[in-house]
């Protein structure tokens, strides 16, 4: 699946409206997690940190992806915040 403005809008819909299941699994879909642009990454990130249905153990992974957007973008207040 590629990447077009009109998927990020439909993610971008999707994290607003908290269906965070849908999310996941679109961002999935469009394959390696460690590739995907910040952006995308971020949001997936943030659904998986809210959704119910995370594992403990998952948590590391969420961390590890908003350290992986701070490396990349070390201004990104957001992943900042929701790293801490």
Do not use: H
């Amino acid at each position: 699946m590629q990447i077009t403005s009109d998927l990020v809008s439909e993610l971008q819909k999707l994290f607003e409206n908290q269906q965070f299941s849908q999310l996941i699994f679109k961002i999935e879909l469009l394959g390696n997690l460690d590739d995907m642009p910040n952006g995308i990454l971020m949001m997936y990130a943030c659904a998986k940190a809210m959704s119910k249905n995370t594992s403990k153990s998952e948590y590391k992974d969420i961390a590890r992806w908003f350290d992986k957007i701070l490396q990349s973008d070390s201004q990104n207040i957001d992943a900042y915040k929701n790293l801490i």
